[in-house]
């Protein structure tokens, strides 16, 4: 009787470890949090979006594209500052996630680039942002708008 339950629990194990395995991989190794951006000018062509990504998971996860209705492309980018000028560049290969890590998207830092803006960001509102992540996948994003020329998210009872 031992050895039939015994057989029978390492049975349900390999049939049910790659199940639990995968679906812990994809649904929880990477967190998004305090996704936000500036309100833009009327005619404003690009906006910025800024993000706190937490990568729980053993392996590095990388950013490789990310898409919003609000903009016609929408990309990785990094401020950087040599011989005294500032210059923004799309991140190459995709952002970054080390495992165990947190990368937080912040003003005159990394950040998401929107070109291409369909509408203005409007302070007080807030647009979908899909990212999709080389292991996790594509993850739904709010992004909060504060007002033009703001330096941290907005709370988020004034987003509508």
């Not at 980018?77 to 495992?99: C, D, F, Q, Y």
Request: proline share 6%; charged share 10%.
């Amino acid at each position: 009787m031992k050895l039939l339950a015994r057989f029978a629990f390492g049975a349900l194990a390999v049939v049910l470890a790659p199940l639990g395995t995968g679906a812990a991989q994809s649904a929880t190794t990477i967190v998004v949090t305090k996704a936000w951006a500036r309100a833009t000018p009327a005619k404003a062509d690009v906006g910025v979006v800024y993000a706190t990504i937490t990568n729980n998971g053993d392996t590095a996860e990388r950013l490789e594209n990310l898409s919003t209705p609000v903009a016609s492309t929408a990309m990785a980018h990094e401020t950087t500052m040599k011989n005294g000028i500032m210059r923004m560049a799309p991140i190459s290969g995709g952002l970054v996630i080390p495992a165990h890590a947190t990368v937080v998207l912040k003003p005159m830092h990394k950040h998401i680039m929107l070109q291409g803006l369909k509408t203005p960001l409007k302070a007080g509102h807030s647009f979908p942002l899909e990212m999709t992540f080389h292991h996790a996948g594509t993850i739904k994003v709010s992004v909060a708008v504060g007002t033009l020329g703001a330096m941290q998210a907005p709370t988020p009872a004034t987003a509508k």
